[in-house]
């Protein structure tokens, strides 16, 4: 009988440690429509496609546009500023360091904020207030020929130290369509 307790007391500590862990787990990777749980916001890559050009908008040559379309929703305990770099875009071999783009919102070179050129394209900056949810177009010029993608993102914490720290880095994986 003793041995009995004793093997049910383990198996209960054993569940809920199990239980507990999955509670604690964040997923790091994701497909269309899966929402991504940061420690600030969850957003979710809802869709994707490739275009030539984008309300005016024409990549260089040699480029395509890859248009994302993501919902964001602050789940911290505060208001907080978004940024639309906080979004790369990837793609090709892991190896190569330069096969990523931000959005064309922001000049790559000067990091410099530049306006939308549409209206369903999320600005370079915005707030966000607690629990409030956002839904806008992400737009990268990324090489021709390439349609399998991911969209990071890479949580980082100002803890007032002079170094930076860094949380988990979160990727939504997808095959990005012909335009609509």
């Given at each position: 009988?003793?041995?009995?307790?004793?093997?049910?007391?383990?198996?209960?500590?054993?569940?809920?440690?199990?239980?507990?862990?999955?509670?604690l787990f964040t997923p790091t990777e994701g497909r269309l429509n899966d929402t991504m749980h940061t420690m600030f916001f969850d957003f979710t890559v809802t869709g994707a496609y490739l275009a030539e050009e984008y309300e005016g908008y024409q990549p260089a040559e040699g480029n395509q546009l890859l248009v994302a379309d993501i919902t964001v929703k602050n789940t911290f305990r505060e208001s907080i500023e978004m940024y639309d770099t906080d979004f790369q875009a990837q793609w090709g071999e892991d190896e190569d360091p330069e096969a990523?783009?931000?959005?064309?919102?922001?000049?790559?070179?000067?990091?410099?904020?530049?306006?939308?050129v549409g209206g369903d394209q999320l600005p370079g900056t915005y707030p966000l207030a607690v629990d409030e949810e956002r839904s806008g177009q992400l737009v990268y010029e990324v090489p021709q020929g390439y349609v399998d993608f991911s969209l990071s993102y890479l949580e980082l914490y100002d803890d007032g130290s002079e170094e930076e720290n860094t949380g988990d880095t979160?990727?939504?994986?997808?095959?990005?369509?012909?335009a609509p």
């Open positions: 009988m003793k041995m009995k307790k004793l093997l049910a007391a383990a198996g209960a500590l054993c569940l809920a440690v199990t239980l507990g862990a999955c509670q990523y783009s931000i959005p064309i919102t922001t000049d790559p070179e000067t990091f410099t904020e530049l306006e939308p979160y990727f939504v994986f997808f095959t990005a369509q012909d």
